[in-house]
């Protein structure tokens, strides 16, 4: 043989048209790939499912713990209101007392007054 009769093969391939047309895909490589598209659809579905459950869930918790904040504030805020009531009742019940405390001085001095002037008269009516 000549030089070119071991590649003849391969140079009857070049010139043949079909050999530069895609080849169509066996019957099963298309199922396998239907089945990973399948797959991967179905891991996103899951994924996507999951995603929105744990958006759910932290919109929840965050509702929770606004509820939670606004619970607190709120008796805190009964609490000072209670604590601001008491205070005022306390302060009120004290002028009384020193009110009362300074009328029993003030009598206790007129009738000394009474007395020192020997105005038994009056003195016995303050009593």
Known sequence: ?????????LYSHLLHRDSY???ERIAGDKEMTETKINEKFQTHLAANHKSKKNTRH?????????????FVNHHRMNQLEQKK???????????LERREIQAKEKADKERMRLLKANDIDAYMAML
């Open 85 to 95: 009531l008491a205070r005022e009742c306390r302060n009120q019940i004290d002028f």
């Open 21 to 23: 047309f895609r080849q």
């Open 1 to 9: 043989g000549y030089p070119g009769e071991a590649n003849e093969h």
């Open 58 to 70: 932290q919109e929840f918790l965050a509702l929770l713990m606004a509820h939670q904040r606004g």
